[in-house]
């Protein structure tokens, strides 16, 4: 039988196996599959196995990692009608919305997939992922990077983890699911990258060059040290900051640590996007004077946008060889469906 899909397997607990240490990633995992999905392969797509070498607990993944992906993903883009990519839950969001921002409205279906209890201990939920992620993997192109997780399947570029402990583990709080995979599985077509979306081919984004520490996350909080303005200000690396700020986009207005490190941020050239800390909802810039100025500051809205979406952007951006003029520029643009226009 042709293989239809590649499955590149990464690691994370879905092919995790207990050791003297816990929890740890595992080669020689397509032996593991077919012993627990067992006779469901044979109504299934047939599938390839490439697995990263090393392994890797997600918690470790950098940028790198994702243009490694790229370049996988170009290398075996005309043999394979999907791509499933087998990846540690801790930054799902993260390298969903990077592959999201790297390959537009995608030719070939590109799935995320993982699970909360490792292939083949006790009450797993990895058999029923994986069979859901083959199936759609095979399927019409659905456009979208995507993830495969507890019966849905959610846009790459919206994500986040929603909780450590129930297998309802991620959600699209700012956006409605593409499927309902239940019994007569739903996809609503009408909810998928459109036309106007472009599309770009892994090859373009395996020639990116991602930088270390391009971009820093600051999540304000009551009483902040001025050190953590100043060590991203030194920082001539980091060339970009997403500022997750308190509710609709409020900052500390009368604190003038923080303002000086917004007139020097803008002063050195580093591009500072203004995203909400709530889980649901999205900034609204000059609502209340503790946002006020922000705007004439330089400060670029992340509307709706989730933390991960917006450092993923920056950093792709960036990779491009982008100077910050032009990442001001292009940050307006919609990319994959990342914020509510």
């Not at 080669?27 to 392969?41: D, K, N, T």
């Not at 599985?185 to 979306?197: F, H, K, M």
């Not at 081919?201 to 909080?221: I, S, Y």
């Not at 500072?272 to 809205?301: F, K, M, R």
Request: glycine share 8%; aromatic share 6%; net charge neutral.
């Amino acid at each position: 039988m042709t293989a239809e899909v590649l499955i590149l397997h990464t690691g994370g607990t879905i092919g995790m196996v207990p050791g003297p240490h816990g929890l740890a990633p595992a080669p020689g995992l397509r032996q593991r599959i077919e012993q627990q999905l067992g006779s469901s392969l044979q109504q299934l797509p047939g599938f390839d196995l490439l697995e990263i070498d090393p392994l890797i607990d997600s918690a470790n993944i950098t940028p790198a990692h994702w243009q490694q992906l790229a370049a996988l993903l170009a290398e075996h883009w005309e043999r394979y009608r999907g791509f499933i990519i087998l990846h540690g839950t801790d930054t799902m969001a993260y390298s969903a919305a990077a592959l999201a921002f790297m390959l537009g409205a995608s030719e070939r279906n590109v799935l995320f997939t993982g699970s909360q209890v490792p292939l083949g201990l006790p009450r797993s939920d990895a058999v029923a992922h994986l069979q859901a992620a083959l199936q759609l993997a095979a399927g019409p192109r659905l456009r979208n990077v995507s993830l495969v997780f507890n019966n849905r399947l959610l846009n790459g570029s919206r994500l986040r983890k929603v909780s450590s402990q129930q297998f309802h583990a991620f959600d699209t709080p700012n956006a409605a699911p593409l499927a309902e995979l239940n019994i007569r599985p739903q996809l609503y077509t009408e909810r998928l990258l459109g036309e106007a979306i472009a599309s770009r081919h892994p090859r373009e984004a395996a020639a990116l060059d991602f930088q270390p520490g391009a971009v820093a996350m600051l999540c304000l909080h009551p009483s902040m040290p001025p050190a953590l303005y100043d060590a991203i200000l030194a920082d001539s690396n980091c060339k970009a900051v997403v500022l997750q700020s308190f509710g609709a986009g409020n900052v500390p207005s009368r604190d003038p640590a923080f303002d000086a490190f917004i007139k020097r941020a803008g002063a050195r050239g580093k591009v500072v996007v203004n995203v909400t800390q709530c889980l649901q909802g999205g900034i609204s810039p000059g609502t209340y004077a503790a946002s006020a100025g922000l705007q004439d500051q330089g400060v670029l809205s992340g509307g709706d946008m989730t933390p991960e979406a917006a450092f993923c952007k920056l950093h792709w951006l960036l990779a491009g060889g982008r100077d910050t003029a032009a990442v001001i520029r292009d940050w307006s643009l919609n990319l994959s469906d990342e914020r509510t226009i």
